[in-house]
């Protein structure tokens, strides 16, 4: 809730404890440790997906607070995700063929999210994207 009604400087608040950390030490699963719970791995990929989106891309939802783009915040955030060791959780749920959460789907939108921190959103894309 907090990162749905937040403003930017709510979000560099969270980044500031450690939230993207936390976050990703839910999916510490690649290396067999403890039984592998898809639920739990979905909403922990989920939860990164949609702060990095809200990171690069902002916010302005008549519903929400607006919030502008961050991507100093997302270079910040990647490094959490290292230090965590969740970069190999993450490549290891790409190759999850479990249809029943698409875990692999929210593996590979992070991934995008992660290596895609300084695309200006408001380039045209080419039309190859299209």
Not at 6 to 16: C, G, H, Q, V, Y
Not at 47 to 73: K, M, T, V
Request: aromatic fraction near 10%.
């Amino acid at each position: 809730m907090i990162k749905l009604c937040s403003d930017a400087s709510s979000f560099t608040e969270l980044i500031k404890v450690g939230y993207v950390s936390a976050l990703a030490m839910r999916l510490s699963t690649a290396g067999g440790i403890g039984d592998r719970q898809d639920i739990k791995i979905f909403h922990g990929l989920n939860n990164i997906f949609w702060f990095f989106y809200s990171l690069h891309r902002g916010r302005n939802n008549p519903l929400q607070q607006p919030l502008p783009l961050q991507p100093a915040l997302c270079k910040t955030c990647k490094e959490q995700i290292v230090e965590e060791g969740a970069i190999e959780e993450i490549e290891a749920q790409l190759s999850n063929k479990q249809n029943e959460f698409s875990i692999n789907k929210r593996a590979t939108w992070i991934k995008g999210e992660q290596l895609n921190y300084y695309i200006d959103r408001s380039n045209a894309k080419p039309e190859w994207y299209q």
